[in-house]
């Protein structure tokens, strides 16, 4: 009876996952969409972080949905510094090979720096905005839930980090900054005037 009870919420999880990927990638893909109605620049300054809001409460409504609910998400306190630091060399090193891998490739320096922006108020805005709600929001969905998910059906954290890391390549992926260059701005790129 408690295999079958394993077996069953196994399936709930699976269900669940692929609701929340489903919706969350609808939202950002369809994201640019709705910001192109909205004409108002402050209004769209306003707007825009709301996705990223609905983003990160979809997986605590199907958690209370499925009574599923989320372990913490947030840093153990006391690893902090090991994760900060761990954190902080995994993003030097990855930011050096990547951005010398897309020079030597051929990519345009726009294309990795992104406009220079002068205004201080655009400046600050998105600053918060990748810190805030980008950040946080990507955060919770990658790292805390769909880790948290495929962890407990699979049983193994290789294969959940695996996992979590593929889908969030493919979040980036056909939205990325490759297809700016021909289309509207994305949910997640720097606001510019």
Same mark, same amino acid.
């Given at each position: 009876?408690?295999?079958?009870?394993?077996?069953?919420?196994?399936?709930?999880?699976?269900?669940?996952?692929?609701?929340?990927?489903?919706?969350?990638?609808?939202?950002?893909?369809?994201?640019?969409?709705?910001?192109?109605?909205?004409?108002? %620049? +402050? @209004?769209? *300054? &306003? $707007?825009? #972080?709301? %996705? +990223? @809001?609905? *983003? &990160? $409460?979809? #997986?605590?409504?199907?958690?209370?949905?499925?009574?599923?609910?989320?372990?913490?998400?947030?840093?153990?306190?006391?690893?902090?510094?090991?994760?900060?630091?761990?954190?902080?060399?995994?993003?030097?090193?990855?930011?050096?090979?990547?951005?010398?891998?897309?020079?030597?490739?051929?990519?345009?320096?726009?294309?990795?720096?992104?406009?220079?922006?002068?205004?201080?108020?655009?400046?600050?805005?998105?600053?918060?905005?990748?810190?805030?709600?980008?950040?946080?929001?990507?955060?919770?969905?990658?790292?805390?839930?769909?880790?948290?998910?495929?962890?407990?059906?699979?049983?193994?954290?290789?294969?959940?980090?695996?996992?979590?890391?593929?889908?969030?390549?493919?979040?980036?992926?056909?939205?990325?900054?490759?297809?700016?260059?021909?289309?509207?701005?994305?949910?997640?790129?720097?606001?510019?005037?």
């Amino acid at each position: 009876m408690n295999e079958e009870f394993l077996k069953t919420k196994n399936k709930i999880s699976v269900v669940e996952v692929t609701v929340v990927s489903v919706l969350s990638f609808g939202i950002v893909f369809y994201a640019p969409f709705f910001m192109g109605f909205i004409r108002n %620049f +402050y @209004v769209r *300054l &306003a $707007v825009r #972080p709301l %996705f +990223y @809001v609905v *983003l &990160a $409460v979809i #997986p605590f409504i199907a958690g209370k949905i499925t009574d599923n609910q989320l372990g913490p998400l947030i840093f153990k306190k006391e690893d902090i510094l090991k994760q900060l630091a761990a954190g902080l060399y995994v993003f030097s090193i990855s930011a050096m090979v990547l951005t010398a891998v897309s020079l030597m490739v051929g990519d345009y320096k726009y294309f990795l720096i992104g406009p220079k922006q002068t205004n201080i108020v655009l400046i600050i805005y998105n600053i918060f905005f990748y810190i805030l709600f980008v950040g946080m929001g990507e955060e919770i969905l990658f790292r805390g839930y769909f880790m948290q998910r495929i962890e407990a059906v699979s049983g193994s954290k290789k294969i959940s980090v695996l996992l979590s890391s593929v889908i969030f390549g493919l979040w980036h992926f056909p939205g990325g900054r490759t297809s700016s260059r021909y289309s509207s701005p994305h949910l997640w790129e720097p606001f510019t005037e």
